[in-house]
């Protein structure tokens, strides 16, 4: 499979890479990320500096943004095929695209375009004057920065943005509705910057989506359970750190409904790629028993001849890209691809940054609504410090703070780990399903510490350190381990070994 991967992964680099600069295509700026998101590095600037030429229509026009929508007045690139031969990725919905072909378009290329503008102007704009290249827009006109540019553009579009994002509440279309939340969840900042619509479209589909699937409610899938809008709805769940009681029901449906030869299905109709890799990703990031092999395998079997992954047509690039980051990211253990929900602003503790009790809880939960979870093992460890009283006393609350910080700094270095506030001076590390055990990374941390303590706050301030007890539970079992390990920590503080800073390895957490 390896020497096969590679011919895939080059086949479709290389197609990425080929992409020609059409000055109007509608997904220009999905391709450009899908380039950007493969390692390669497209030209930005020019990509900027056309769409600063083009004139803006009306809010509710067909020209309300700086690009295209679909391609009613472009012609469709190579990579997309003419129009007549475009083919709905579920047959049933063919007759639609015959009649309504760009409307059909525009299903799948709004939601991508709203994620992707988001994402890559939001990207830019974060760029500082000093770092951003300067670009002349036209001929005679004054200098500005790819920041500026990109502020601009986005502050225009944001309005329009979440006007489209506001149509996917109304539970008029689950594949649609639920497609848009599935595209944001690709896009980190695209998520943040529109998180308000985001959980309102989760919202919507949250009822729905209690029996663990989430049922058509259109012609011709109304009732029907539909694997891409189950899958579309967990992606959000996971990118905005929400309901994870649900998250459970989902990734469990989702790994019933896998079919053996890896891909994945609506209703009847064959297994399609953009379906599968929407329930791939969620079930290869959250599920150890998930054996990735059949969907890489189908995954492989789809690829054209150019190096391009399908579903209609216009979106190949964007899909290719996806595609291939999910066979990079399927060959990798399944700790080092296991997908922990995001912390949101609820759950997040303000001092360091890190996920909240509140949000331990809500792991707790998302294990116990998932069996795959529920037995997996979880190296776990509690963690209190030593000597940050006698800090607080000498350099004061503010020091004290920025102590905390660093101490959950160092934790986060640690590879395939959340690290949780408890409360107070105390931390929890929870490894990831199939992790290794932590008590030598801990052992290892003690060492460097001290050292990186005193680069930060000075040799003369009293050094805090950390001491803790670790081990590891089945998953089903993490909040009791919690209650255990934090009663028993109490126990090492007349231990005086290294300086206070005792590291205990106690195997099997009850």
């Known amino acids: 499979m390896s020497s096969l991967f590679e011919q895939v992964e080059s086949r479709a680099v290389e197609a990425l890479a080929g992409l020609s600069v059409l000055a109007d295509e509608p997904m220009r700026i999905a391709n450009v990320l899908a380039q950007r998101s493969v390692g390669l590095q497209p030209d930005v600037g020019r990509l900027l500096n056309h769409l600063s030429t083009r004139q803006l229509g009306a809010p509710t026009s067909t020209i309300r943004y700086r690009w295209e929508l679909s391609h009613r007045r472009v012609d469709p690139p190579a990579y997309a095929g003419p129009l007549e031969n475009w083919r709905a990725w579920r047959p049933l919905e063919q007759q639609v695209l015959e009649r309504e072909s760009f409307d059909f378009e525009e299903r799948l290329t709004l939601p991508i375009l709203i994620a992707d503008s988001s994402q890559l102007l939001d990207e830019l704009r974060r760029q500082s004057a000093a770092d951003a290249p300067r670009l002349s827009l036209v001929s005679g006109r004054s200098q500005r920065s790819l920041a500026d540019m990109a502020d ?119 297994p399609d790629v953009l379906t599968s890799l929407a329930a791939a990703q969620v079930l290869a990031g959250l599920d150890p028993t998930f054996d990735v092999r059949p969907t890489a395998h189908f995954f492989m079997s789809r690829q054209e001849e150019k190096g391009f992954f399908r579903a209609l047509g216009p979106e190949v690039p964007w899909l290719t890209a996806l595609v291939l980051n999910w066979l990079r990211r399927a060959r990798l253990p399944f700790w080092q691809r296991f997908h922990w929900p995001n912390p949101n602003d609820s759950n997040t503790d303000r001092k360091t940054g890190l996920a909240g009790f509140t949000y331990f809880l809500e792991l707790c939960e998302l294990i116990a609504h998932c069996p795959c979870l529920a037995g997996a093992n979880l190296p776990f460890a509690f963690i209190d410090l030593v000597g940050f009283r006698a800090f607080n006393n000498t350099c004061g609350q503010d020091a004290g703070d920025q102590a905390l910080e660093a101490c959950a700094a160092a934790l986060e270095e640690l590879p395939g780990v959340k690290i949780v506030r408890d409360g107070g001076d105390e931390f929890l590390v929870i490894g990831a399903p199939t992790r290794g055990p932590l008590y030598q990374d801990l052992v290892h941390l003690r060492e460097i510490w001290p050292e990186k303590f005193c680069r930060r706050f000075g040799p003369d301030v009293p050094l805090v350190r950390m001491r803790a007890l670790v081990g590891h539970v089945g998953g089903s079992r993490l909040r009791l381990a919690r209650e255990n390990l934090g009663r028993r920590i109490g126990e090492l503080k007349n231990v005086k070994e290294h300086d206070g800073a005792v590291i205990r390895d106690i195997g099997s957490i009850a």
């Not at 008029?172 to 959980?199: E, G, K, S, Y």
Request: hydrophobic letters at 50%; proline letters at 6%; one cysteine or more.
């Open 152 to 270: 601009s553009m986005l502050t225009e579009a944001e309005p329009v943005l979440r006007k489209d994002l506001a149509q996917f509440v109304q539970m008029l279309n689950a594949w649609t509705d639920t497609f848009a939340l599935f595209c944001l969840a690709q896009r980190p900042r695209a998520v943040a910057l529109h998180r308000p619509i985001a959980l309102a479209i989760t919202s919507s589909y949250s009822m729905a989506g209690q029996k663990g699937f989430v049922e058509g409610t259109r012609f011709p899938f109304h009732g029907q359970p539909l694997v891409s809008a189950s899958a579309h709805l967990a992606a959000g769940l996971l990118a905005l750190g929400t309901e994870f009681g649900l998250l459970g029901r989902l990734v469990t449906w989702l790994k019933r409904v896998a079919l053996p030869a890896g891909g994945f299905q609506d209703a009847d109709q064959p």
